[in-house]
């Protein structure tokens, strides 16, 4: 039952951030997507939030709440990989900018796979980064998707119009269904960690990374959500390719999981919460 469950997991996954790039780039243009990125302050501030802020924050909490060595460096594993294929149907939902938030997504993908390598054999002494295993599948599961996207609705407007809110809904029910197998896949994992510390630091990590980037996205409430939610959510990708490959002792990998799965479980009814505000305003 547990390998139907996974397989379906995988399937989900892979539906959800194939449809969910392919629905903004059938809705965007290039333009929209890099103008955004022209504000060098805001560009700068993201910078800083994800790959100075959030580290030294995972070390804090580190300080104030001793996890044991491998829930430690799952912790760091997460605080030093961005860009996350979740973060355009977070600031969907959260009626952000959309365009900021699919270029803040890959501008960030595209650093930490830059970043990581050098980075982590200096905080974790003996990790070996590939940088080809990280780009990988990132490339192919995002990037290609959405070029194809915003090839379509740069050549073939009409096509564009009727397949966006195909995709667009698509993405969102397999999103639905990929938190409901994380939850059920991972329940005993989440067990195993209760009474670790590990639940509160990473609550105490998604929380405060999101208030800190919030505050610095300011001061349009759209790019203030979007570098909040970005920010927030990590890249469970290029932890979990890291962890798997460094480490044998399974609790760093548990650790980034149950992250994940917080994290879908925070940020959502954040985002909903941002997003009807927004509507209302």
């Given at each position: 039952?547990?390998?139907?469950?996974?397989?379906?997991a995988n399937l989900a996954i892979l539906t959800?951030?194939?449809?969910?790039?392919?629905?903004?780039?059938?809705?965007?243009?290039?333009?929209?997507?890099?103008?955004?990125?022209?504000?060098?302050?805001?560009?700068?501030?993201?910078?800083?939030?994800?790959?100075?802020?959030?580290?030294?924050?995972?070390?804090?909490?580190?300080?104030?709440?001793?996890?044991?060595?491998?829930?430690?460096?799952?912790?760091?594993?997460?605080?030093?990989?961005?860009?996350?294929?979740?973060?355009?149907?977070?600031?969907?939902?959260?009626?952000?900018?959309?365009?900021?938030?699919?270029?803040?997504?890959?501008?960030?993908?595209?650093?930490?796979?830059?970043?990581?390598?050098?980075?982590?054999?200096?905080?974790?002494?003996?990790?070996?980064?590939?940088?080809?295993?990280?780009?990988?599948?990132?490339?192919?599961?995002?990037?290609?998707?959405?070029?194809?996207?915003?090839?379509?609705?740069?050549?073939?407007?009409?096509?564009?119009?009727?397949?966006?809110?195909?995709?667009?809904?698509?993405?969102?029910?397999?999103?639905?269904?990929?938190?409901?197998?994380?939850?059920?896949?991972?329940?005993?994992?989440?067990?195993?960690?209760?009474?670790?510390?590990?639940?509160?630091?990473?609550?105490?990590?998604?929380?405060?990374?999101?208030?800190?980037?919030?505050?610095?996205?300011?001061?349009?409430?759209?790019?203030?959500?979007?570098?909040?939610?970005?920010?927030?959510?990590?890249?469970?990708?290029?932890?979990?390719?890291?962890?798997?490959?460094?480490?044998?002792?399974p609790n760093v990998v548990i650790m980034v999981?149950?992250?994940?799965?917080?994290?879908?479980?925070?940020?959502?009814?954040?985002a909903g919460e941002i997003g009807k505000r927004?509507?209302?305003?």
């Amino acid at each position: 039952m547990t390998i139907i469950l996974e397989a379906f997991a995988n399937l989900a996954i892979l539906t959800f951030v194939i449809t969910s790039m392919l629905a903004m780039g059938l809705s965007l243009t290039t333009k929209q997507i890099i103008e955004p990125l022209r504000n060098v302050r805001l560009v700068v501030k993201a910078l800083l939030a994800n790959f100075v802020l959030v580290p030294l924050l995972a070390y804090l909490i580190l300080l104030v709440i001793p996890l044991a060595e491998p829930l430690a460096i799952g912790l760091i594993l997460l605080a030093t990989a961005a860009g996350a294929p979740f973060l355009p149907k977070l600031v969907q939902t959260a009626k952000g900018n959309i365009a900021f938030g699919v270029g803040l997504m890959v501008l960030l993908m595209v650093v930490t796979i830059i970043y990581l390598p050098l980075v982590l054999p200096l905080i974790l002494p003996g990790v070996a980064v590939n940088p080809m295993d990280i780009a990988g599948s990132l490339v192919v599961l995002m990037l290609i998707p959405l070029a194809i996207g915003l090839f379509i609705n740069a050549r073939y407007d009409d096509t564009a119009s009727s397949l966006q809110p195909v995709m667009s809904q698509t993405s969102t029910i397999s999103l639905i269904l990929l938190s409901v197998l994380m939850l059920v896949l991972n329940f005993k994992n989440i067990i195993s960690v209760i009474g670790t510390g590990a639940i509160i630091a990473i609550i105490i990590f998604i929380v405060v990374s999101f208030v800190l980037a919030f505050f610095l996205g300011g001061p349009g409430r759209d790019t203030k959500s979007v570098l909040g939610l970005g920010t927030a959510q990590r890249n469970l990708s290029a932890a979990l390719v890291v962890g798997s490959q460094n480490f044998d002792d399974p609790n760093v990998v548990i650790m980034v999981v149950v992250a994940g799965v917080l994290t879908l479980f925070i940020l959502m009814p954040i985002a909903g919460e941002i997003g009807k505000r927004s509507q209302a305003t």
